[in-house]
């Protein structure tokens, strides 16, 4: 089962690769892992989105990760609990007679075109993972030549931050 972790960390180098490296030891995989900037100067946030198998399982991560010295908050964000969302980039081939077609399919999904040259066009779109995995879809009978994805990203409905939400 997939879990998304808010990690917050310090922002000083090499704290992801620890991060990371403590994961991949334990044999857990990452789905995938977003990291930035947030409102605290000095801290970092690592989305993590993992597959692992239990709850037991993602206790022992969680048990893991807090032993990091650079870790100083983790929340889990549960489904209804949060809104999860991603980022693509998709570059399509774009012959100009069929620039229309891809235009609307594009407007449908409420993504933008970012790029457009004479051979390819290159669409935004943010969402839940399945809107962008049904446009990606789409869009292959139109010749796909690249796809950008950021991985996840999380945030927990109402007033509580990730910060206060690990408190509890």
Do not use: W
């Not at 704290?15 to 801290?43: C, K, M, Q, W």
């Not at 048990?63 to 010295?69: A, F, M, T, V």
């Amino acid at each position: 089962m997939k879990y998304t972790l808010a990690v917050l960390v310090e922002d000083k180098p090499g704290v992801l690769t620890h991060v990371s490296a403590l994961i991949s030891r334990r044999a857990f995989n990452i789905v995938s892992i977003a990291a930035g900037y947030t409102d605290e100067p000095d801290i970092t946030r690592i989305t993590l989105v993992m597959d692992v198998d239990d709850q037991y399982e993602l206790e022992q991560v969680v048990h893991q990760l807090s032993k990091l010295i650079d870790v100083v908050k983790i929340a889990v964000l549960n489904g209804g609990e949060s809104v999860h969302r991603e980022l693509a980039m998709i570059k399509v081939a774009s012959r100009p007679e069929r620039r229309a077609e891809i235009i609307n399919l594009v407007n449908i999904f409420r993504a933008h075109v970012v790029d457009v040259n004479k051979d390819t066009m290159i669409i935004e779109l943010s969402g839940e993972e399945s809107k962008i995995d049904a446009l990606c879809e789409l869009l292959r009978e139109y010749g796909v030549k690249e796809i950008v994805r950021t991985g996840k990203i999380a945030i927990s409905r109402g007033a509580n931050t990730a910060r206060e939400q690990a408190d509890e």
